[in-house]
């Protein structure tokens, strides 16, 4: 089994990858959508990926569109970003 990657560096990359995606992460957790154990669920998903070294090497900015395949959170941001976009059409 893979070591789990550092929390900080991943951290970030979460964030990166929500920019890339646009799901405001504080909005969010400002709407109830994500909580604490959420947030660390998707960082700690993130740590154990074995493409880091891709997603760091990718713009962050844009919201432009799908994120990769072998992302552990795609499935996430996109519930995210659903209910975002509800949140804004109310």
């Known amino acids: 089994m893979k070591p789990l ?6 951290f970030w990359l979460v964030q990166k990858m929500a920019q890339k995606q646009g799901v405001d992460l504080t909005g969010a957790m400002a709407r109830g959508d ?6 660390a669920g998707m960082v700690t ?6 493409e880091a070294e891709v ?3 990718m713009p962050g900015q844009g919201g432009s ?3 990769p ?11 995210l970003l659903a ?4 949140a804004e059409n109310i």
């Open 69 to 79: 395949e072998y992302c552990r959170n795609r499935e996430r941001f996109r519930i």
């Open 34 to 39: 994500l909580d604490q154990a959420d947030w």
């Open 83 to 86: 209910d975002q976009i509800m």
């Open 65 to 67: 569109g799908e994120l």
């Open 45 to 50: 998903r993130c740590r154990g990926c074995t």
């Open 55 to 57: 997603c760091a090497q």
């Open 5 to 10: 990657g550092e929390p900080r560096r991943h």
